[in-house]
């Protein structure tokens, strides 16, 4: 051992003399706990994307328009199904036909400000908001199914909700889809992102009508929760770049 120098401090029975008591050392598991620490400081400091590899390119436009298909299909379901529980329920065409019109103005009513909307914030952002307020208003509409609560004007105002937040995804799709696909290949996109209406249209209906028949409405309800839930994840799991700056509009690309 080390002698002792000038200043060091020495336990003589019991006590420290010849300098201030020296500082514990800190063991090795509590110098490991605070390496680990910084490290993770560092890391959460990076952001994101260099936590989690996210999609890009085509590899996030087939993710995210997987996703979306899946998502209109089971939100389209909902729809055609309430619809068929109002006229069932009630017997009512009046209130049949209200609730069509409740469905379906405001996706028309959405569209004439999502455009600008979406050229001015980010396309991911857009989408995973209208997703979530689009299932928000679902959960409502199942939570009074289950408690027997549901009365006809709460559809109306449901399916408002939906339909507006609604409107404001499949543009964001479409305008990310230059920013993910080569040139010569945007074709192709295109084609896929016109499916996804054509099935929402045609293939909703007749699944939700076998659903309800077979199951009753609450399992579209499980259907629709599934299909935001498998939307949220490829949105989550992918990245879409801004546009590249200009005069009019500058951005930095995320």
């Known amino acids: 051992p080390r002698h002792p120098g000038a200043g060091d401090a020495v336990l003589r029975h019991g006590h420290w003399v ?6 514990a050392r800190r063991s090795a598991h509590r110098q ?3 390496r680990r620490a910084c490290q993770l400081s560092r890391v959460l400091r990076r952001g994101p994307d260099r936590i989690m590899k996210r999609f890009t390119g085509k590899l996030a436009f087939w993710s995210i328009s997987s996703g979306q298909l899946v998502s ?3 939100s389209g379901m909902t729809r055609f199904g309430l619809s068929l529980w109002v006229l069932t329920e009630t017997g009512d065409v ?3 036909t209200a609730l069509l019109f409740f469905a379906f ?3 028309g009513l959405g569209s004439l400000i999502a455009g600008p909307v979406v050229d001015r914030l980010d396309r991911r952002s857009v989408m995973l908001t209208a997703n979530t307020i689009a299932s928000t208003s679902t959960l409502a509409i199942a939570v009074l199914h289950f408690s027997d609560a549901l009365e006809l004007w709460h559809l109306f105002v449901a399916l ?4 507006f937040a609604n409107s404001f995804v499949l543009p964001s799709f479409e305008a990310s889809v230059p920013l993910l696909m ?10 896929f992102t016109q499916m ?5 249209t045609i293939a909703a209906p007749a699944l939700a009508g076998l659903v309800v028949a077979g199951a009753g409405i609450g399992l579209l309800f499980v259907i629709d929760f599934v299909s935001f839930g498998f939307a949220l994840m490829a949105l989550m799991l992918s990245r879409i770049p801004n546009p590249e700056p200009t005069e009019a509009h500058p951005q930095e690309a995320i």
């Open 182 to 191: 080569p040139r010569d290949q945007l074709g192709r996109a295109a084609g």
């Open 105 to 107: 103005l405001p996706i």
């Open 18 to 23: 010849g300098g201030p008591r020296p500082r």
């Open 160 to 163: 408002f909700v939906n339909g």
């Open 72 to 74: 209109s299909v089971g």
């Open 32 to 34: 490991s706990r605070t």
């Open 196 to 200: 996804i209406i054509a099935l929402e």
């Open 94 to 96: 009046a209130a049949y």
